[in-house]
């Protein structure tokens, strides 16, 4: 089990790699997290949903993801409060406080789905979430030693030494945890290294000597992380391009924004700069295409959307005569109305939408979580992916059919050809549908491109330069 000095130290990457190394290696190999909170969600074989970064550790294993892989997911709302998925399927919406007193009933939730994901495998490689430091949330714990001191797991913590301060990080989890769960840990990793990794040898010494915990490693700042899909938001912080900049995809930062990676193959083209615009900054003019992704709470964002002065600058866009794309719930802000009557996401009630696609949504009940194929209607073509969300979207005007499964339209577009919207995550996976999809809006289209096979072989170069850096040899021991 791989846990952290903290979140967004490299665990869900670390994951990944280690499970490519031994899978290359002849093992049969199985990722697992218990407890994780994301809004970028995947559908598993089961029709469920785990997060997005298990789907990518299971692509790394070579096997199909299952809802076991990620039997508790908690997908942020709110603030303070949660929509809950056990097992894949959805179980409510919680507060912190009401999560916090769900948690016996979970951890055997957990349990149960780790001994489904162990029965196929030589190795389980699971995926902490935060520290383990946080003691002053240990109570209850199911995510962390929580889950490793009942199933004795030993454990590899991991250290972020870009963002400074990795030895006292270190040593200072070594400090707080009590005597069995430090027991628990039998090495360290130092990740995220930039320069000359010699140049702290002093200081792997330093943390072994302080915790008898043996270091595995320094892995180096890697470029190739870059071409796989992110896990949260919190990446977004930094840049997501593909290196160039003469045609510009814009894509604004929701407040819960949701299934962002839905644009990571839009960066495949050394010419496409793809940019998230943070809040508070405006959608450049210079943009071709505007993308609005999707996100766990509508009309929340919606209104978030507004204020940060975003639907005049998509209006001004769409009246240059340049494309508009909404996804799940950017398809339904496209619209003229998205009504909450019962509370499904949120405080009852309704907003007017952008106003850009004649359509309308409810957000009710069951919510929809499937794989789908659908089918362009203009060229024909296959369009893989999955669909996750609330609600029913109906045309109520001159919106025209876009993409469409067993006869179910789940996707429109304005009789001009400017403004698409859809309920297809993934959409631009294939890599057939993607070049149809730019060429037709103007951007570069280069044949032969692929993005499964990017990701693939991004996961290949990942192994290999954990294989360089790390002493499996020592871990498997």
């Given at each position: 089990?791989l846990?952290?000095t903290g979140s967004?130290?490299?665990?869900?990457?670390?994951?990944a790699?280690?499970?490519r190394?031994?899978?290359?290696?002849?093992?049969?190999?199985?990722?697992?997290?218990p407890?994780?909170?994301?809004?970028?969600?995947?559908?598993?074989?089961?029709?469920?949903?785990i997060?997005?970064?298990?789907?990518?550790?299971?692509?790394?294993?070579?096997?199909?993801?299952?809802?076991?892989?990620?039997?508790?997911?908690?997908?942020?709302?709110?603030?303070?409060?949660?929509q809950?998925?056990?097992?894949?399927?959805a179980?409510?919406?919680?507060?912190?406080?009401?999560?916090?007193?769900?948690?016996?009933?979970?951890?055997?939730?957990?349990?149960?789905?780790?001994?489904?994901?162990?029965d196929?495998?030589?190795l389980?490689?699971?995926?902490?979430?935060?520290s383990?430091?946080?003691?002053?949330?240990r109570?209850?714990?199911i995510?962390?030693?929580?889950?490793?001191?009942?199933?004795?797991?030993?454990?590899?913590?991991?250290?972020?030494?870009d963002?400074?301060?990795?030895?006292?990080?270190?040593?200072?989890?070594h400090?707080?945890?009590?005597?069995?769960?430090?027991?628990?840990?039998?090495?360290?990793?130092?990740?995220k290294?930039?320069?000359?990794?010699?140049?702290?040898?002093?200081?792997?010494?330093?943390?072994?000597?302080?915790?008898?915990?043996?270091?595995?490693?320094?892995?180096?700042?890697?470029p190739?992380?870059?071409?796989?899909?992110?896990?949260?938001?919190v990446?977004?912080?930094?840049?997501?391009?593909?290196?160039g900049?003469?045609?510009v995809?814009?894509?604004?930062?929701l407040?819960?924004?949701a299934n962002?990676?839905?644009?990571?193959?839009?960066r495949?083209?050394?010419?496409?700069d793809?940019?998230?615009?943070?809040p508070?900054?405006?959608?450049?003019?210079e943009?071709?295409?505007?993308i609005?992704?999707g996100?766990?709470?509508?009309?929340?964002?919606?209104?978030?959307?507004?204020a940060?002065g975003?639907?005049?600058?998509?209006?001004?866009?769409?009246?240059?005569?340049?494309p508009?794309i909404?996804?799940?719930?950017?398809?339904?802000?496209?619209?003229?109305?998205?009504?909450?009557?019962?509370?499904?996401?949120?405080p009852?009630?309704e907003e007017?939408?952008?106003?850009l696609?004649?359509?309308?949504?409810?957000?009710?009940?069951?919510?929809?979580?499937?794989?789908?194929?659908a089918?362009?209607?203009?060229?024909?073509l296959?369009?893989?992916?999955?669909?996750?969300?609330?609600?029913?979207?109906?045309?109520?005007?001159?919106?025209?059919?876009?993409?469409?499964?067993?006869?179910?339209?789940?996707?429109?577009?304005?009789?001009?050809?400017?403004?698409?919207?859809?309920?297809?995550h993934?959409?631009?996976?294939?890599d057939r549908?993607?070049?149809?999809?730019?060429?037709?809006?103007?951007?570069?289209?280069?044949a032969?491109?692929?993005?499964?096979?990017?990701v693939?072989?991004?996961?290949?170069?990942?192994?290999?330069?954990?294989?360089e850096?790390l002493d499996?040899?020592a871990?498997?021991?």
């Amino acid at each position: 089990m791989l846990q952290g000095t903290g979140s967004d130290v490299g665990k869900s990457v670390l994951v990944a790699g280690l499970c490519r190394v031994m899978v290359e290696r002849g093992l049969s190999v199985r990722p697992f997290k218990p407890q994780n909170m994301s809004n970028n969600a995947a559908v598993a074989v089961e029709g469920g949903e785990i997060g997005r970064a298990q789907w990518l550790q299971a692509l790394a294993c070579r096997v199909p993801p299952s809802v076991h892989m990620n039997p508790v997911l908690i997908k942020p709302e709110s603030d303070i409060g949660a929509q809950l998925v056990v097992q894949g399927q959805a179980a409510g919406t919680s507060v912190a406080a009401e999560f916090n007193r769900k948690k016996p009933e979970l951890l055997a939730k957990v349990l149960e789905s780790f001994e489904a994901v162990s029965d196929e495998a030589d190795l389980v490689i699971i995926e902490g979430a935060g520290s383990p430091a946080e003691v002053n949330l240990r109570d209850g714990d199911i995510a962390n030693m929580g889950f490793a001191l009942p199933t004795r797991t030993p454990v590899v913590l991991v250290g972020d030494i870009d963002r400074g301060g990795v030895i006292a990080a270190l040593v200072g989890t070594h400090a707080i945890l009590p005597p069995a769960e430090r027991d628990l840990v039998r090495g360290f990793i130092v990740n995220k290294f930039r320069g000359d990794a010699a140049l702290f040898d002093e200081g792997m010494r330093i943390i072994e000597e302080r915790t008898g915990w043996t270091g595995y490693g320094v892995v180096p700042f890697l470029p190739v992380v870059t071409r796989l899909p992110a896990e949260d938001a919190v990446v977004l912080e930094g840049p997501r391009t593909g290196g160039g900049s003469r045609y510009v995809i814009a894509v604004p930062m929701l407040s819960r924004i949701a299934n962002f990676d839905d644009a990571d193959p839009l960066r495949l083209h050394p010419e496409i700069d793809l940019r998230f615009i943070p809040p508070g900054r405006a959608i450049p003019s210079e943009a071709d295409l505007v993308i609005i992704p999707g996100t766990k709470s509508t009309i929340a964002d919606l209104r978030f959307l507004r204020a940060q002065g975003w639907e005049r600058d998509i209006h001004e866009h769409r009246a240059a005569g340049k494309p508009v794309i909404g996804l799940c719930g950017g398809y339904q802000m496209l619209g003229t109305v998205v009504a909450d009557p019962d509370g499904t996401e949120g405080p009852p009630g309704e907003e007017r939408g952008l106003g850009l696609l004649a359509v309308t949504t409810a957000l009710e009940s069951p919510k929809t979580v499937r794989t789908v194929v659908a089918q362009e209607v203009r060229s024909g073509l296959d369009v893989p992916g999955y669909e996750i969300h609330c609600g029913r979207t109906d045309v109520a005007g001159s919106a025209e059919p876009f993409l469409s499964v067993d006869g179910e339209v789940v996707g429109v577009r304005s009789p001009d050809g400017l403004v698409y919207g859809a309920y297809v995550h993934g959409l631009f996976l294939d890599d057939r549908f993607r070049e149809d999809m730019l060429g037709r809006l103007g951007l570069p289209v280069e044949a032969g491109l692929s993005y499964r096979t990017a990701v693939d072989n991004a996961l290949d170069k990942l192994a290999e330069a954990l294989e360089e850096h790390l002493d499996i040899e020592a871990m498997l021991a």
